[in-house]
Structures are given as structure tokens and as C-alpha cells.
């Protein structure tokens, strides 16, 4: 099994295409051991030293750090994976939530604004998180009002020094662009 790794415009964060579907649907993201508890790969990926965030898209994982440097600990996290997609054992436990579904229950927005959120998610999903997915992130909607919009960073997104930029400069410009109602976008 080759595992690719590459580099995220967060220095916390790598990204690693084990060439195999890592979630069939939806994504996960876990930012401590009690979390990870719901997945066995996560589970094991936080047993190493270092590891502070795991997220799974589709046909990657994303795995945080501490101030370690990477060369120390991408060997471990490379052997962890191999070793978790060998054994059969699946990504995610059989009694887990999958996040996007939990994430769903926290958005807030105004009834009569239902026009403009579906606007929203739908130019958030089709421009917005392929290429965040491309640097091992998510940008999920969480909520509008009063011309804000609220999203959640996920993945290398988390604590990237490059997202508030990504944030005011990408995806508000977008957002503006075609939803003149959006003044501003914010990070919850």
C-alpha cells in the first residue's frame, strides 16, 4: 500500500491519500481522544504522541499536530494508516454519528431567509469546498443573520493561519457576488 502525503496551507496539518475510500459519505472530524473514540482509525491515530485533530474526507485524512516537527511524526501516522487499512477494521465504529448529519441540527437562519441559505449551501458546495477539500479542509455552513453568514472550518481549515484571508477574500467575495443580501462572512 502507497500512501500519499502533501503539504496544507496550514503548517499544523498534512494530508494523506491512502488511495482508498477513507468515507463514503458525508466527513469526521475529531479534535480530541474522546471524539476519536467513534472511529477506530482515528482512535489509533491519536495514540500518537503529538497528534491534536483528525478530519476524513472522502479519499483523504487529514491529521493535526503540536509543535513537533513533521518529520518525526509522519512515519508513525504513515505506519498507523497502512496498518489500520490492512486489518479490514472499518474507519468509522458501527454505533457513530456521522459529523455532517450532527452538524445539520446546529444551523440557524431565519425562516423567511430559506431562499438565500439554500442559495448559500449550493454555491458553497459546488465552488467552495472541492477546493478547500484539495488542501484537506471543509468549510460547512452553519448559520445566517442579519447579512452574516456563519461557516465552520474543518480540517487543515482549523486554526490555518491562511483561512481568515480565505474567508474574506475567497468565500465572502463569492458569497457577495451572487447573494447581495451576504455583508459579511464569519467563522464559528
Known sequence: MFIQTEA???PST?????????MESGTAE???REEAAASPLAARLFEI??????????????VSKEDQEWQHLKPAILGSIMEHFMSGKPV??????????ADADGEFFDEGDETIVLTIKELLDTRVRPAVA???????????KDGTVYLNMKGSCA????????LKHGVQNLLRHFVPEVQEVEAV
Do not use: H, W
Open 49 to 62: 504522541n503529538g497528534v491534536t485533530g483528525v478530519y476524513f474526507g472522502y479519499d483523504f485524512i487529514s
Open 134 to 144: 484539495q488542501d484537506g479542509g471543509d468549510i460547512t455552513f452553519r448559520g445566517f
Open 159 to 166: 486554526g490555518c493561519p491562511s483561512s481568515t484571508a480565505t
Open 30 to 32: 475529531f479534535r480530541n
Open 92 to 101: 468509522m465504529g458501527a454505533s457513530s454519528v456521522l459529523g455532517e448529519a
Open 8 to 10: 496544507t496551507p496550514n
Open 14 to 22: 498534512q494530508k494523506f491519500l491512502p488511495g482508498k475510500i477513507v
